[in-house]
């Protein structure tokens, strides 16, 4: 039914017209053809003077009331150091570019208006005039050429490249049909190197290099990207298939990741995301509900988030490249470093994919120091005799014998450390096997494999006195003998705080 309306209403309209051109041929035949075109092209010329004056006024005051909400106007200035300068270049030429619209504008419909047809008027023919030619050659040439060298003192001063001695944050983006795979250097501030020969979906999607100690602690952001403020900042960007585009519109800067073409751009971060919204508070329009349905939901600049959006047209997901960047202190900052693991450690370490398996990390050297320092520290510290037993959770054998496996030499080391910094502490070794075997045999290997672990020590320097060990084979469990997850519990060689 409603299309049938439709239909009638547009019909009727053509009728009206129809009738209308009728009634005009018929008042030029009463009144003369020369009379009704002048009355035609007074009331055309008027209408166009008039057109230009509302045109001209809804346009300059369109500006004037959505400025608030265009980038580089009202709470929307930029968040980054470079970013005045991209807004500066845009204004001049916002302002060059009004100037010339508004007037050509005000000529072409004034033009239209003194210059319509009257009785008694003749067109002037003019072949060529060098005034006018020198005046809309020179004066553009002028404008364009200080627009030119604005621009190009701002390219210079945004896209220069850093040096090695620079101090810089550099993360890595790979755009992908649809979203980001965003590398984050770790604590040594460095991105490891990638090939592409070592890309293998679903195992090493981006070719991380696992040998080159650099991509050790490497991390793969899977969430919200944190940037610290008042840092420079160095986006490496990539593609692994079809054109996208990196754009931080808070912060001036947008470039196309290109497959097999890597590009980049430098930025640094001077508002944090909750100065920028402490900003947008003072604007009324940013204080209502941010969900219109829900009138008592946040406003609107309590849940602002600056955002990383891809500016092509990429595909029908498009809209999903979409991530949330935090631009925090320092502080803040580091904090969230501490709470990130390694890709390479939580996903690589130890698999077949690992490239180091079988051998110690100088952090997990590191570490196993510290965890065991703690552990005797706490040993010392109770009254409890309990607690004066330490488990040696890094010394290992080869299978069914005595000798020590060359993984176990970093905790020995560490604790022959502690021990030379506690010269009066004495401690007996026990060596503990699961239930497997016979149980004089697995007496026989505990109590060998402690001797191996005092020998060691022995030989490190200690002295004799300190040092007794016992075995204790298969009679003190301490997991389930009946599970593979229980007999590795029970192989273990503890020590034991005799006295202090």
Not at 55 to 74: P, R
Not at 138 to 165: E, H, Q, R, S, Y
Request: contains cysteine; glycine residues 8%.
């Amino acid at each position: 039914m409603t299309g049938l309306i439709a239909f009638l209403i547009i019909g009727l309209l053509a009728v009206i017209v129809v009738q209308i051109g009728k009634v005009s041929d018929l008042a030029a035949k009463i009144r003369g053809e020369e009379e009704v075109a002048q009355q035609s092209n007074d009331r055309t010329a008027f209408w166009c003077v008039a057109f230009m004056v509302v045109f001209l006024i809804l346009g300059t005051g369109s500006m004037y009331y959505y400025k608030d909400v265009m980038l580089g106007y009202g709470p929307h200035v930029s968040a980054s150091e470079h970013g005045g300068l991209i807004d500066g270049l845009f204004h001049s030429t916002l302002i060059v570019t009004y100037i010339v619209f508004f007037i050509t504008h005000v000529l072409l419909f004034w033009y239209a208006y003194k210059y319509r047809s009257r009785e008694g008027n003749k067109a002037q023919f003019i072949s060529h005039n060098n005034t006018i030619e020198i005046i809309w050659t020179v004066i553009p040439a002028i404008v364009l050429t200080f627009l030119v060298v604005k621009g190009l003192v701002a390219w210079n001063n945004i896209m220069p490249d850093l040096g090695p001695d620079d101090e810089y944050l550099e993360i890595e983006a790979t755009g992908y049909q649809f979203g980001w795979d965003i590398r984050h250097p770790g604590n040594d501030g460095k991105l490891g190197t990638k090939d592409y020969r070592l890309i293998r979906p679903g195992v090493n999607s981006l070719g991380i290099d696992w040998t080159d100690d650099k991509s050790m602690d490497d991390i793969l952001l899977q969430d919200v990207i944190y940037l610290p403020v008042d840092t420079t900042v160095r986006v490496r960007i990539t593609s692994k298939d079809v054109l996208h585009n990196f754009y931080l519109p808070h912060f001036r800067v947008k470039m196309d990741a290109i497959p097999g073409l890597p590009t980049y751009f430098i930025f640094r971060p001077t508002t944090t995301t909750e100065e920028y919204r402490q900003e947008l508070r003072k604007y009324p329009e940013w204080n209502e509900p941010y969900d219109v349905t829900d009138p008592e939901s946040e406003p609107r600049w309590k849940v602002f988030e600056y955002e990383l959006a891809c500016a092509e047209l990429c595909g029908t997901g498009h809209y999903s490249m979409r991530r949330i960047l935090k631009i925090v202190s320092q502080e803040e900052y580091n904090d969230w470093l501490l709470g990130l693991e390694s890709t390479y450690m939580t996903t690589v370490r130890g698999t077949d994919n690992d490239p180091r398996k079988g051998q110690l990390l100088d952090i997990e050297i590191k570490d196993r120091a510290i965890e065991l320092k703690s552990d005797f520290q706490n040993a010392l510290s109770s009254e409890n005799a309990i607690d004066k037993t330490i488990l040696l959770k890094h010394v290992f054998y080869d299978t069914g014998s005595e000798a020590l496996s060359d993984l176990s030499k970093h905790e020995l080391d560490n604790l022959t450390n502690i021990m030379k910094a506690n010269p009066t502490v004495k401690v007996e070794l026990a060596g503990h096997t699961d239930s497997q075997g016979e149980d004089t045999s697995n007496l026989a290997l505990s109590q060998s494999r402690a001797e191996s672990v005092m020998n060691y020590l022995l030989n490190k320097g200690l002295a004799a006195n300190r040092l007794t060990y016992t075995g204790h084979g298969e009679t003190l469990p301490i997991g389930d003998n009946g599970t593979d997850a229980g007999k590795e519990q029970n192989r273990r060689t503890e020590l034991r705080i005799v006295s202090q």
